[in-house]
Nanobody
Framework: VQLQAFGGGLVQAGGSLRLSCAAS????????MGWFRQAPGKEREFVGS????????NYADSVKGRFTVSSDNAKNTVYLQMNSLKPEDTAVYYC????????????WGQGTEVTVSS
């Protein structure tokens, strides 16, 4: 599975961005997709996820009510709509695919940088 994430950039606090992640290759093996982020000097953390079947979503407490994960299964693409952005949302954002066999995030995209200015 190959993943390509894009859509990052510089935005002012309170603004919005939408990230996209397109999956290709053995997409039939994907159970769901997740978004993670890593801020400078910090460990990578979970942001949100979506199951391919049924569309069930899950979010980190820090982004609930502000971020929305959605998918277009026909395009094998997952989105992260980020609203009411805060400077603490500044990070490199990664998408990852969850295997239907191992139920772990086996494949990762290259990351896209999001910078929120105050």
């Amino acid at each position: 599975v190959q993943l390509q994430a894009f859509g990052g950039g510089l935005v002012q606090a309170g603004g919005s961005l939408r990230l996209s992640c397109a999956a290709s290759g053995r997409t039939f093996s994907i159970d769901g997709m997740g978004w993670f982020r890593q801020a400078p000097g910090k460990e990578r953390e979970f942001v949100g996820s979506i199951r391919w079947s049924g569309g069930r979503t899950n979010y980190a407490d820090s982004v609930k009510g502000r971020f929305t994960v959605s998918s277009d299964n026909a395009k094998n693409t997952v989105y992260l709509q980020m609203n009411s952005l805060k400077p603490e949302d500044t990070a490199v954002y990664y998408c990852a695919s969850r295997s239907s066999v191992s139920l772990s995030y086996d494949y990762w995209g290259q990351g896209t940088e999001v910078t929120v200015s105050s």
